[in-house]
Each structure stands twice: as C-alpha cells, then as structure tokens.
T-cell receptor, first 122, second 110 residues
Framework: GAVVSQHPSWVICKSGTSVKIECRSLDFQATTMFWYRQFPKQSLMLMATSNEGSKATYEQGVEKDKFLINHASLTLSTLTVTSAHPEDSSFYIC??????????????????FGAGTRLSVL | GQNIDQPTEMTATEGAIVQINCTYQTSGFNGLFWYQQHAGEAPTFLSYNVLDGLEEKGRFSSFLSRSKGYSYLLLKELQMKDSASYLCAVRNTNAGKSTFGDGTTLTVKP
C-alpha cells in the first residue's frame, strides 16, 4: 500500500513551453501533497504544500504564477511549470500524506514519495 | 525556521556498522524521519521517531533525543546496496511540513 505514482518520469522541452507533472496516490487518499525540487547533489527543497480543494501554500521565493499547483481531488495533484527556462531544469518530486481509503494500514505522518520527474529545458 | 545538520559524506566497509548523526533546531517539533535516496531516484522512507528512544527495524535503527535536538541512524551489517544518500527530515507542526537536511552520502566499500 501507500503508492504514489508520478508522471512523466522524464521530460525534455523547449524553452518557453509549459510542462505538467502529475502526482497520484494509488491506494490512499492524499489529503496533503508536497512538491519538491532537487538539484544535483543537493537536498530536497520544498516548493509548495497543497491540500485537497484549497489553494497551495508556496514557500518563500517560489513563484506561484510560474509553478501552478492544482490539488483537485484526494488522489491527484498537478504541478505545471509555465514558460519553462533552462534554469528550471531540475528533479521534481511529489510526496503525499493522508488516510487510508480502503483496507490496509497507512502510517500517519509519513510522506510517501513519487518516483520523481527529471525536467530538462533546452 | 529549521536548521538541520548532518555529515556530507561517510565511508564504511561491507559488513560493518555505521552511524549517521543528525542535529536540528526547530520550533514546533513534530517528528523526525530518515529517508534513503539512491542517485536519480526518489527518497524511500526508513524510520520515524517522535518520542525519545530507539526504534529498530531490521538492520536499521534510529534514535531520537528531543532535548538535545539529536538523532542518529544506525545501519548494521552493511551491504553494497546501502550506498546511497541518507536524508534526515524534521516535521514541523506548521501545516505538517518537513524540512530536509542536505543528506549524507554513504559509500560502502568491499
């Protein structure tokens, strides 16, 4: 249980285009989802926290108009990088915490991570 | 804010025991996590401590002292596949956010 699916795993795009990354909780209800960015050999930097049905809370220094987050349902959150530029190239990772929507145990407070999306902007 | 410190790199020998330390300063402590991250992959959960003491899970154990702002991850019977980055993360009561340390890159040698 507690599987988070993130797609795509790798995307290459031209500068100026927009890229959408999806994060889905497959077997639990993700009441909160987190979006991180990680540059090579650096730690995870939290970009924003989103709760289902409400606006995302962005960390200081993260442009909300550039990184659009939608958490429309208890199983899906999306991050759209608008007008991507080469400096946006990074590893983007989502994680989720929540409650079990079915049988099985879901450890409270544990963040379950998606596999990450490697974005390369040319 | 939160300050999390852990060593940048460690090296150990296959079959040995290694301890990775993490110190933190935070307001509103609500748990400490250890994650393992292999290069190019997402982190995977290893352990969670919210009360003082030792939590043991197979070859991995994690210890917490809230009064000292200190935790360690202990890896026993090291295997080559344990070569990875180990991230210490502190959860804050504010919206349940966790702040991650910079990670400790562990290299296990034969």
């Amino acid at each position: 249980g507690a599987v988070v699916s993130q797609h795509p795993s790798w995307v290459i795009c031209k500068s100026g285009t927009s890229v959408k990354i999806e994060c889905r909780s497959l077997d639990f209800q993700a009441t909160t989802m987190f979006w991180y960015r990680q540059f090579p050999k650096q730690s995870l930097m939290l970009m924003a926290t989103s709760n289902e049905g409400s606006k995302a809370t962005y960390e200081q220094g993260v442009e909300k108009d550039k990184f659009l987050i939608n958490h429309a349902s208890l199983t899906l959150s999306t991050l759209t990088v608008t007008s991507a530029h080469p400096e946006d190239s990074s590893f983007y990772i989502c994680s989720a915490t929540g409650t079990s929507g079915g049988p099985g145990f879901l450890a409270k407070n544990i963040q379950y991570f998606g596999a990450g999306t490697r974005l390369s902007v040319l | 804010g939160q300050n999390i410190d852990q060593p940048t790199e460690m090296t150990a020998t296959e079959g040995a025991i290694v301890q990775i330390n993490c110190t933190y300063q935070t307001s509103g402590f609500n748990g400490l996590f250890w994650y393992q991250q292999h290069a190019g992959e997402a982190p995977t959960f290893l352990s969670y401590n919210v009360l003082d003491g030792l939590e043991e899970k197979g070859r991995f154990s994690s210890f917490l002292s809230r009064s000292k702002g200190y935790s360690y991850l202990l890896l026993k019977e090291l295997q080559m596949k344990d070569s990875a980055s180990y991230l210490c993360a502190v959860r804050n009561t504010n919206a349940g956010k966790s702040t991650f340390g910079d990670g400790t890159t562990l290299t296990v040698k034969p």
